[in-house]
């Protein structure tokens, strides 16, 4: 019975997929898949794993739960996920407007389904939902609404950009038919451990990240999805060495990904490492503005 139904989930996943384009590449499986809370977060937090994974041409799938725009309304929110799809075709070695986009039906949700045309393996997935700000308190543009408030219980649901709303199951139902549909050998998340932020906390890793990771956790042990889990922590980062030589080719690749993300992101006030680098001490920004420089050179598990 349990692999009929994970057999009816891969040929909904394909449905899905081929209702939506009809290239075949879009429906590869295996490789790797990312989750992050944030269109930036695979960029600082899971590379140079991820760039890994574009050199060996793998089935690249990345889930993003929220906007990212740290409370800012208008088209803030798709710039940066053009800046997200811009670094990623640096990484792919392709045109940064080659993206093909639809959406496609999981669970009843609309989700935003974008891929590179030209290497219809590497796809993004955007939830949209609500940016929660660091100690997961939510902004007063979406109604103070966050993951931390919805896997807390202390909201019932939460209302994605584009107007979807969601209850903690439903965003465990997608997730979990995206794991089904990808089966990906490589599960990638933010930290699973950390603490979840107390209002008003400063010095934390982001709330978005901690609980999206442990969203993706439970799914993974509630339906005893296969492949291996790989925790990647996060602002907690600025406090240890660097892992990485600023001379290599592989901190260069990030670097560079990285400036193509932050040519969208109008809060950066620096466009690449240099810069980030001299502004290091003279901006009292969010954490993930603040420290950019420092989580260039560095990339740790969670064991």
Known sequence: MAHFRWLTRLAFWFM??????????????????????HPVDSLLYQSPDLFHDFYV?????????????????????????????????????????????????????SILFRYLRETPQVKILYLRLPDGAPDGGGHDQTSKESLKKLYLNKIRSITADGGSTYTLDDIKDVVSEILQGVQARDIRILDHKTAIPKENE????????????????????????????????????????????????????????????????????????????????????????????IWMDREYYVQ
């Open 16 to 37: 899905a997929i081929a209702a939506a384009a009809s290239n075949q590449d879009l429906l590869c499986t295996g490789g790797s898949i990312h989750f992050t809370a």
């Open 57 to 109: 041409f793998k089935c690249i799938t990345t889930v993003v739960f929220t906007t990212g725009d740290r409370g800012t309304t208008g088209n803030f929110s798709r710039h940066l996920e053009r800046g997200l799809e811009d670094a990623y075709a640096y990484m792919a070695g392709q045109n940064k407007t080659g993206w093909g986009e639809t959406n496609i039906q999981v669970k009843g949700k």
């Open 202 to 293: 400063k010095d934390c890793d982001h709330a978005d990240h901690t609980v999206s990771a442990r969203i993706v956790v439970d799914v993974v042990k509630r339906d005893k999805v296969e492949g291996k889990l790989l925790s990647y922590a996060g602002s907690s980062t600025r406090n240890l060495d660097p892992t990485m030589n600023t001379t290599s080719y592989e901190f260069e690749v990030k670097a560079e990904a990285f400036a193509r993300y932050a040519a969208h992101d109008e809060h950066l006030v620096c466009k690449n490492y240099s810069a980030c680098l001299a502004s290091l001490a003279n901006t009292n920004s969010d954490n993930d503005i603040k420290y950019a420089a």
